[in-house]
């Protein structure tokens, strides 16, 4: 009940015409929601990170705020009419920038939704949000792809090292499969206390390794072509 509160402060100054937050889903005890939870935080953390470093490139719609006369001044949604979903997404990609984008993350400002109950659902959910990435900008793509490809890599080279290097390459590969965990445990706690979200722990290895796969799935079957009728 403190939203509005909250995510007004964050218009700091008269340049300020977007405030990003974070949009939480309310927990479940099931395997799925862990999911959810996890794929939600490393999200949050990727979109709301890259704007408090001046390099804003989404928002999500259940927790995202902007000014009348930026809407209207670049054109707002118009852009956008043939898409089913991401309108807001998309007019944060191409208007949001260092100076008028802010961050807030304080308890209050977190909004909470009802989750996805089954797999489908959810899986229909993260192809709805995937199908819009193709429109962002060139600038935003080769940054967003940046982790996908560099996790690909590293894991890669862990195999080759391992099966090429003999008793000492798998000791490498299993030294630096620890330290890139450990270091993945550190920073996504860290940023889920911040953010008022659960401990990870050590889930982040099977989710580290599934979650790409997963989004790769999505976008080699998702369709080239949709109808543009509501």
């Not at 979109?47 to 001044?73: C, E, H, I, Q």
């Not at 260092?98 to 308890?107: D, K, L």
């Not at 940054?143 to 080759?160: I, K, T």
Request: proline share 5%; with cysteine.
């Amino acid at each position: 009940n403190q939203w509005i509160r909250q995510i007004m402060s964050g218009f700091r100054s008269p340049e300020t015409g977007i405030v990003l937050g974070f949009g939480a889903y309310f927990p479940r005890q099931t395997a799925l929601n862990r999911l959810i939870q996890f794929d939600t935080l490393f999200n949050g953390l990727h979109y709301l990170g890259a704007a408090a470093t001046g390099r804003p490139y989404m928002g999500v719609g259940r927790n995202l705020s902007y000014r009348k006369d930026l809407f209207f001044n670049t054109g707002g949604f118009t852009k956008y009419m043939t898409c089913r979903s991401g309108d807001d997404d998309l007019f944060v990609n191409h208007v949001a920038n260092r100076r008028n984008t802010n961050v807030v993350i304080s308890p209050e400002s977190i909004t909470w939704s009802v989750p996805k109950e089954s797999l489908h659902e959810w899986l229909q959910q993260k192809r709805r949000h995937l199908s819009v990435s193709p429109r962002y900008t060139s600038a935003s793509k080769l940054r967003l792809g940046f982790e996908p490809m560099s996790r690909a890599l590293f894991y890669l080279l862990l195999v080759m090292v391992a099966v090429f290097c003999g008793p000492i390459g798998w000791m490498v590969a299993a030294a630096a499969f620890a330290f890139r965990i450990f270091i993945q445990l550190l920073i996504i706690n860290l940023g889920a206390k911040r953010l008022n979200q659960p401990c990870v722990g050590l889930r982040v290895v099977c989710y580290d390794l599934c979650l790409p796969l997963l989004s790769l799935y999505m976008l080699l079957t998702q369709p080239l072509h949709k109808a543009s009728r509501w």
